[in-house]
């Protein structure tokens, strides 16, 4: 059974970093794609960022509201995807996900239907 498991969210003041992380078990595929999405307080859950590798390609896409300031990382050997949060602004504030497809797409996928697999979440809360 696959299963996803975020860690890495916190407390931190605007201008800050953080870097989330998103664990998965139980797959077996070399390919995969994987996406963050949050859902700020009172709003609809929104898509981040999204990887997605296999053995011949690798991508990665960033909302137009976190690009330049996240970054996406994997080490595939630990089945591990990185999201790392920096200068962040009180409007980061949300609870992200993360969500797995195996195996995994050609392209970067952004839609929540798309993902077959989720997190429980973890909350991040940036002060300003």
């Known amino acids: 059974q696959v299963q996803l498991k975020e860690s890495g969210g916190g407390l931190v003041q605007t201008g800050g970093s953080l870097t989330l992380s998103c664990a998965t078990s139980g797959d077996t595929f070399s390919s995969r794609s994987v996406g963050w999405f949050r859902q700020p307080p009172g709003k609809e859950r929104e898509w981040v960022a999204a990887i997605t590798w296999g053995q011949s390609i690798y991508y990665t896409d960033y909302a137009d509201s976190v690009k330049g300031r996240f970054t996406l990382s994997r080490d595939n050997a630990n089945h591990m995807v990185y999201l790392r949060m920096d200068n962040l602004k009180p409007e980061d504030t949300a609870v992200y996900y993360c969500?797995?497809?195996?195996?995994?797409?050609?392209?970067?996928?952004?839609?929540?239907?798309?993902?077959?697999?989720w997190g429980q979440g973890t909350q991040v809360t940036v002060s300003s």
């Open positions: 969500a797995a497809r195996f195996p995994g797409s050609y392209i970067v996928l952004i839609s929540e239907v798309e993902y077959q697999h």
